[in-house]
């Protein structure tokens, strides 16, 4: 069985865990054979919905906006720039019924963070 | 080394003509929009010291880009505390400039298209398309584009850093679509270009109808992507802007108040805008019937008549009916109404008008409210009219156009001589 365990912060305090602690976190998971992937994430204002209303995509900014939609799923891909992403997260089934959001991941870095 | 007067105005002139270029390109170069803005200014600078002593280059602005890439280049290198850099000395100057690294026209030219690509990306807001646009592409200072927009310069100021955060950290590319995205991409871009237009064209708030700075910046960006990319859709859009722009002069009285296309003196529209804007909109639809260029060509029916009376509605219902089918938007419906009303008298329009009211999507939209108040006007009903005036009155910011509404409110409660106003 897989779990995903989703991170949420205040946006004015993302970064009130040291980023060396989340490291130091995902270190530990990997070395136990515990973790199959974990990345931090670009702030919201980073985020781009995708969605396909028939046959055609339509981009915006900023996250999913429909309250009544819940995280159903991820995937984590590779890509060389948003517009790649983009192409990607348009043929993701579920882009024609409900919304994708692409944010790009972060890199951790032992200095930032308190 | 201090610059004479006619070096500094030169640079100045070549700053005017050359600085978006330049731009378009060390952004390429460098990849990043802030370091590239600051690699220009230090190439400005550079040149007002270099110029008067070496001479003007053959080719200023490919000296430009070399100039900003080697300072922004050492400026990261010093940055990375490179020692044996330090040691050049704060003056360190451009040791070779390849001059014709970056002259050739066509990879400027596809410089400046990505940028105005990037700029207004989907994935950025639509008041950050347009910020950024105004800013990186036409030049205009944050400051300018605050006072155009009736917005906080540091909210203006921080759209602006937002957006070119989020190229940044999403990695937007600096690109020109592929084909197969160009179409949707091309629309996002005249979309921006269509909303400065028509801000200054029909400003939304204010004190004045029409802000003519940014309709002149929207018809230089119009003019620019025709260069760059003359697709039809991009030649419809300036044609439309130029039919516009044409009655300017006869849209509001020498007191700021608003006059109707009806009611124009119509000797003052500018036969020479008129004039382009056909050829661009003949052009356009050689190609394809484009929506904006079948908004021009109803531009110009209206340019080709003589007063309203003449005007050929049964054409104007019919490129309605053209643009319905490509283009299907409550706001084409009510403009085909208004149309249908002149044709087939005010009854027919209001059913429709009335009809897509009922539908809900054009309920906040004041246009729709001060139609459906002329027909009723035009009808007698003045209890429907006056309704329906207050209801556009409370969704207007703009003074003329509310001292236009009051105005025909008043003229309900107390009738003119003809008691049938002006059908």
């Not at chain 1, 159903?72 to 590779?78: D, M, P, Q, T, V």
């Not at chain 2, 484009?290 to 490129?319: C, K």
């Not at chain 2, 009809?355 to 809900?360: D, K």
Request: aromatic fraction near 6%; include cysteine.
């Amino acid at each position: 069985m897989k779990y995903l365990c989703l991170v949420y912060m205040e946006a004015d305090n993302l970064h009130a865990v040291p980023d060396r602690e989340c490291m130091a976190c995902g270190d530990g998971l990997r070395e136990r054979g515990v973790l199959v992937a974990a990345e931090a994430l670009q702030p919201i204002e980073t985020a781009t919905t995708v969605r396909v209303r028939n046959g055609r995509v339509s981009i915006t900014d900023g996250p999913f906006a429909e309250t009544k939609e819940q995280l159903a799923g991820f995937y984590l891909i590779e890509a060389a720039d948003l517009n790649e992403a983009i192409a990607v997260a348009s043929k993701i089934p579920p882009a024609r019924a409900g919304s994708i959001e692409v944010r790009p991941v972060r890199q951790l870095h032992p200095d930032i963070g308190i | 080394m201090e610059a004479t007067d006619a070096l500094r105005d030169k640079v100045s002139a070549v700053y005017v003509a050359e600085s978006r270029r330049v731009l378009a390109t060390l952004i390429r170069v460098l990849g990043d929009f802030d370091v590239a803005e600051e690699a220009m200014h230090d190439a400005f600078r550079a040149a007002l010291e270099q110029w008067p002593r070496d001479g003007v280059p053959a080719n200023p602005r490919a000296w430009l880009v070399s100039a900003g890439r080697f300072k922004a280049i050492d400026g990261l290198r010093r940055r990375a505390r490179f020692d044996q850099l330090d040691e050049a000395g704060p003056r360190a100057e451009i040791a070779v400039v390849d001059e014709h690294a970056w002259a050739d026209d066509e990879s400027v030219d596809d410089d400046r298209l990505r940028l105005i690509f990037t700029c207004c990306h989907p994935a950025l807001a639509s008041d950050a398309q347009v910020a950024l646009t105004l800013r990186e592409v036409c030049g205009l200072t944050t400051e300018e584009i605050a006072q155009a927009f009736l917005t906080p310069a540091p909210t203006l100021a921080q759209r602006i850093v937002r957006a070119k955060a989020k190229i940044r950290d999403a990695r937007i590319p600096y690109q020109v679509p592929s084909a197969a995205e160009l179409p949707a991409r091309l629309d996002t871009v005249l979309r921006v270009i269509y909303l400065v237009f028509n801000e200054g064209y029909a400003a939304s708030s204010g004190a004045r109808v029409t802000r003519h700075d940014l309709s002149a910046e929207a018809i230089r960006l119009g003019r620019l992507l025709v260069d760059l990319l003359p697709q039809p859709e991009a030649l419809g859009l300036l044609g439309l802007m130029l039919l516009h722009e044409s009655r300017r002069a006869a849209r509001s009285s020498p007191s700021g108040d608003l006059i109707l296309l009806e009611d124009q003196d119509r000797s003052l529209w500018n036969r020479d805008q008129i004039a382009e804007g056909i050829r661009m909109v003949e052009r356009a639809l050689a190609t394809r019937a484009a929506p904006y260029a079948i908004q021009g060509a109803i531009a110009a029916v209206h340019a080709g008549s003589a007063n309203a009376a003449a005007t050929d509605w049964e054409e104007i219902v019919g490129l309605y009916d053209v643009l319905l089918q490509i283009d299907r938007s409550p706001v084409v419906e009510l403009n085909r109404a208004v149309a249908l009303a002149m044709r087939d008298g005010p009854e027919a329009g209001l059913a429709i008008v009335d009809t897509l009211l009922a539908a809900g999507e054009l309920s906040d939209y004041r246009f729709a409210h001060a139609a459906r108040a002329d027909l009723c006007r035009r009808l007698g009903r003045r209890d429907a009219a006056r309704v329906s005036y207050k209801r556009a009155l409370a969704l207007t910011r703009q003074a003329p156009e509310r001292r236009f509404l009051e105005r025909r409110i008043a003229e309900l409660d107390a009738p003119p001589r003809s008691p049938a106003g002006d059908v």
